[in-house]
């Protein structure tokens, strides 16, 4: 069963920067697609950004020119680089990973099937 562990969230304040990790783990962890969503109290949860095997990434417009995803060499462990934080930023941020072959890209929540608990984000003015 393949596991996802988010760390690297906190407290800033507006304009600064938070580097979120999510190591895999699993005897078996393949994925096709990684991405991150958020969470925000009372608002569904919504992508934030998502990078494929091959390295393709795609952001949500609210995060674009702010946020940088990528993953490491091994492809084990997916990060999320968010400069320039607003308080709008301020939720739940949760990795998910797409495991199974899909032919396109995966901008639904429904379509990952493996997730992380969450690492909250909080941004104040």
């Known amino acids: 069963q393949e596991q996802l562990v988010e760390s690297g969230g906190g407290s800033v304040q507006d304009g600064g920067s938070l580097r979120l990790s999510c190591a895999a783990s699993?005897?078996?962890?393949?994925?096709?697609?990684m991405g991150w969503f958020r969470q925000a109290p009372g608002k569904e949860r919504e992508l934030v950004a998502l990078?494929?095997?091959?390295?393709?990434?795609a952001y949500a417009d609210s995060v674009k020119g702010r946020f940088t995803i990528s993953t490491d060499s091994a492809k084990r462990t997916l990060y999320l680089q968010m400069n320039s934080l607003k308080p709008e930023d301020t939720a739940m941020y949760y990795c998910?990973?797409?495991?199974?072959?899909?032919?396109?890209?995966?901008?639904?929540?429904?379509?990952?099937?493996?997730w992380g608990q969450g690492t909250q984000v909080t941004v104040s003015s």
């Open positions: 990078i494929a095997g091959l390295g393709t990434v």
């Open positions: 699993g005897p078996t962890y393949t994925w096709y697609y």
């Open positions: 998910a990973a797409r495991t199974r072959v899909i032919y396109t890209r995966p901008f639904r929540e429904a379509e990952y099937d493996a």
